[in-house]
C-alpha cells in the first residue's frame, strides 16, 4: 500500500524533479564533474578489462595437469597396442599348434568339431553371402525446427537406439542369420547391446555411427523373412515416422571378424538335487543361449537373442 501511495501522490521521482528543475533554470554538470566521471568511467573499464585477462589467462597448474594426462593417455595408448598385438600373436600360435595337434592326429571328425566349435561359438571368422543393413541418426532436415538431434529433451526419437540395434539384430537372427557383426563387432551368445550416455556399446565397446549391421546367410531368404517379419516393421516405422536413414543391401561376399577379442568364460550346467526330493535337476548354466550357426556346411543352430540381456 505504501509503493502504490507514493505512485499516486509523488509519480515523479525527486531525482528527476530536481534534475528538471537545474534543465529549466540552465544549471548544467561542471567540467569537474564531467572530468570526474570520465575518469571514474576509465577506471571501472579498466578494471573489468584487467578481470577479463586474467580470467582468461591460462593457468600454469591447469596446462601442467592437461599435458600430464596426454602423456598418460599416450604412455598407456603405446602399452595397450603392444599387449594387443602380442596377444594376436600368440592367437596365432595357439591356432597354428591346434591345427598341427589335429592334423597329427589324424582323426579327421575331431578336427571337423573344433572347427565347427569355432564357427558356432563365433571365435573363427566367417565368409559368405548375406545382407548388410546401415542404421544412422535421422538427418537434421527431418528433426523439428531449433532443435539439435543429439540433445536430450524429447529428441531421442531422431536418435538410433540400443533397443533399435537390438530389435534389427534379433530380426537377423530370426530370419536365419548365421553370423551377425555390428561395425565389425562380431556377436556371440554372450554379447550385449547397451546404451551408455550418447554412445552405443557392443560388450562395452563403442560403436560411431553410422551403424552397419552385417549378417551372413542366404541373402535373398533373410532379406525376405526380415522384411515380412516384426523386426522389418519396426525399422519402416523408424524411417517413415523418426526419419531414421536406414538402407538394406544384399551382398554375395560378406567378411566377419572373430570374436577373439573377447574373453570367454566356460559355464556348465550341473545337477542339483532338491532338498527333500530323490530327483534330480539340472541348474542351467549362465550362457545359456546358443550361438547362431556361421556359413558353409554347418548345420543351422539357434540363434541366440541379442538383447541388453542375454535370452535364455
Known amino acids: 500500500m505504501t509503493l502504490l501511495r507514493e505512485v499516486m501522490e509523488r509519480p515523479l521521482d525527486p531525482g528527476y524533479a530536481a534534475a528538471a528543475e537545474r534543465r529549466a533554470a540552465g544549471r548544467v554538470p561542471g567540467r569537474r564533474a564531467l572530468a570526474l566521471t570520465l575518469v571514474l568511467a576509465l577506471i571501472c573499464g579498466a578494471v573489468t578489462a584487467r578481470a577479463i585477462a586474467e580470467l582468461r589467462r591460462p593457468q600454469p597448474g591447469a596446462e601442467q595437469a592437461r599435458a600430464a594426462l596426454q ?55 566367417v565368409t559368405g553371402p548375406g545382407l548388410q543393413i546401415t542404421m544412422a541418426d535421422a538427418a537434421a532436415a527431418n528433426a523439428p525446427a531449433g532443435t539439435d538431434p543429439r540433445a536430450d529433451g524429447g529428441s531421442d526419437q531422431s536418435r538410433v537406439l540400443d533397443r533399435d540395434v537390438q530389435t534389427v539384430v534379433n530380426g537377423l537372427w530370426a530370419a536365419g542369420a548365421e553370423a551377425v557383426s555390428i561395425n565389425a563387432q562380431r556377436l556371440t551368445a554372450r554379447s550385449a547391446i547397451r546404451y551408455a550416455g550418447q554412445a552405443i556399446l557392443v560388450d562395452f565397446r563403442p560403436l560411431v555411427p553410422p551403424y552397419v549391421i552385417s549378417a551372413v546367410g542366404d541373402s535373398s531368404t533373410l532379406q525376405t523373412r526380415f522384411a515380412a517379419g516384426s523386426a522389418g516393421s519396426y525399422l519402416q ?38 532338498t527333500g526330493s530323490g530327483g534330480a535337476t539340472a541348474s542351467g548354466s549362465p550362457s545359456g543361449s546358443s550361438a547362431g550357426s556361421p556359413s558353409g556346411s554347418a548345420p543351422s543352430a539357434a540363434a541366440p537373442s541379442t538383447t541388453s540381456e542375454v535370452s535364455p
Open 71 to 125: 602423456t598418460q593417455f599416450r604412455r598407456r595408448s603405446a602399452t595397450v597396442d603392444a599387449e594387443q598385438r602380442q596377444l594376436d600373436q600368440i592367437r596365432s600360435e595357439v591356432a597354428m599348434l591346434q591345427a598341427q595337434t589335429l592334423a597329427g592326429s589324424g582323426d579327421a571328425a575331431l578336427a571337423q568339431q573344433a572347427g565347427l566349435l569355432q564357427l558356432v561359438s563365433g571365435l573363427a571368422p
Open 237 to 274: 516405422a523408424l524411417r517413415d515416422n523418426y526419419g531414421i536413414r536406414a538402407t538394406i543391401v544384399s551382398s554375395s561376399r560378406l567378411q566377419l571378424p572373430g570374436a577373439g577379442g573377447t574373453t570367454t568364460r566356460l559355464a556348465y550346467a550341473k545337477p542339483v538335487l532338491p
